[in-house]
């Protein structure tokens, strides 16, 4: 397993970006799929968009594409989220998350570390 640690989130207006870091440590982290999960209050935990290992192949959920991009440093064991023209829709706790297995996931059982959370509000 590897520990995860989130930072970047924030109270913004809406239309503004925001761009999430999720810092790796503790195992090999080019090994894993990465994934970006949120959680708004009330409602369960939803998968956004996860990473291949190396990086060359991301999926969005609809709600992502076309506004947030996922990216990851091998070399400085870190994964992204840049989120663009950010909607009141968007607020949420955001979750980065890895997985050993070798295809890129997208269901949270899939995943087996998880951060701590970074909480995004988006004002109107």
């Known amino acids: 397993q590897v520990q995860l640690v989130e930072s970047g989130g924030g109270l913004v207006q809406a239309g503004s970006s925001l761009r999430l870091s999720c810092a790796a440590s503790?195992?090999?982290?080019?090994?894993?799929?990465m994934g970006w999960f949120r959680q708004a209050p009330g409602k369960e935990r939803e998968w956004v968009t996860s990473i291949s290992r190396g990086g060359g192949t991301t999926y969005y959920a609809d709600s992502a594409k076309g506004r947030f991009t996922i990216s990851r440093d091998n070399a400085k064991n870190t994964v992204y989220l840049q989120m663009n023209n950010l909607k009141p829709e968007d607020t949420a706790v955001y979750y980065c998350?890895?997985?050993?297995?070798?295809?890129?996931?997208?269901?949270?059982?899939?995943?087996?570390?998880w951060g701590q959370g970074t909480q995004v509000t988006v004002s109107s």
């Open positions: 503790g195992s090999t982290f080019s090994r894993h799929c």
């Open positions: 998350a890895a997985t050993g297995l070798r295809f890129i996931a997208t269901t949270a059982s899939d995943f087996d570390s």
